[in-house]
């Protein structure tokens, strides 16, 4: 009786955690190798999906910076705007809804200030 009930809970923690969301490994954006993003994929929501975005800064000081998501390559109209953020840190979490499950983000007109101005290039790396 106890095999069965050990065996049961296992089962109950192992189907609990399965189900539970995950979010994916930090990367970098495309243009700039110094700011990192990760997003969290939360289902489909009636005919959208349902995500959650977090921007990192791994620069050494503080920076501001335009995003997109889109679920179109080319199109930047689902989302636009602007983030500041320190040294090191993370962003508070964004939650966003596509219609498509394929989305492409997009970071740019980077500056070294809070401020938009003075944009330093694309790294490319």
Request: hydrophobic share 30%.
């Amino acid at each position: 009786m106890k095999k069965i009930a050990a065996l049961l809970l296992l089962l109950f923690g192992l189907c609990a955690s399965a189900q539970e969301p995950q979010w994916d490994e930090w990367q970098k954006t495309s243009c700039y190798s110094n700011i990192s993003y990760r997003l969290l994929e939360l289902g489909k929501h009636g005919e959208q999906y349902r995500w959650k975005i977090q921007f990192r800064n791994d620069y050494d000081n503080i920076i501001s910076f335009n995003y997109h998501v889109t679920d179109k390559v080319g199109k930047y109209t689902t989302t636009t705007h602007r983030k500041a953020l320190h040294q090191g840190q993370v962003s508070e979490e964004i939650d966003l809804y596509t219609k498509s499950q394929d989305i492409y983000i997009l970071a740019d007109k980077v500056s070294m200030t809070p401020y938009p101005e003075n944009f330093v290039e694309c790294d490319g790396k």
